[in-house]
């Protein structure tokens, strides 16, 4: 049958965060994300996920 693929909202994208997130995005799911440091994020993550500002961003943009 069909998949349903979650809204996920993940905090940290440094050397461990950053493939653990490109797995999530890999496997479909629509990936809203936050890091304390403004880090340059690889194209393929930039282009597919929604990265906030702010983590009091994440609840608001990740609920249903």
């Known amino acids: 049958g069909a ?3 979650s809204k996920v909202g993940f ?5 461990m965060g950053a493939p653990m ?3 999530l995005l890999a496997a479909g799911h629509q990936l809203f994300a936050h890091d304390l440091r403004p ?5 393929s993550m930039s282009a597919s996920a929604t990265i906030a500002r702010r ?8 609920a249903p």
């Open 3 to 5: 998949t349903t693929m």
């Open 11 to 15: 905090v940290g994208l440094g050397i």
């Open 21 to 23: 997130a490109g797995h």
């Open 39 to 43: 880090v340059p994020q690889p194209p």
């Open 55 to 62: 983590i009091t961003d994440l609840p608001a943009r990740g």
